[in-house]
């Protein structure tokens, strides 16, 4: 059975991000590589997208507090 694989823009419009910041976060080493490249391309398999879009979610709730840990200082 094989299972669905995305590329990067595939990934981008499923997480609600830009694909480059997706490509940013896997260059500066926040996010892992794609265990997967076809013709140079990154592609991502479903737990890799979950990953993705978990990490994305994280990162927006920890903004969110940090901006009103700022607000009542």
């Not at 903004?63 to 009542?72: P, T």
């Amino acid at each position: 059975m094989t299972q669905k694989q995305f590329i990067l823009n595939e990934v981008a419009k499923i997480v609600g991000v830009k694909a480059h910041v997706i490509a940013y976060a896997i260059s500066s080493q926040t996010l892992p590589e794609p265990k997967l490249r076809i013709a140079g391309k990154r592609v991502f398999s479903a737990k890799e997208v979950e990953n993705i879009k978990t990490h994305f979610e994280n990162r927006t709730k920890k903004e969110a507090h940090d901006k009103i840990g700022r607000a009542h200082v």
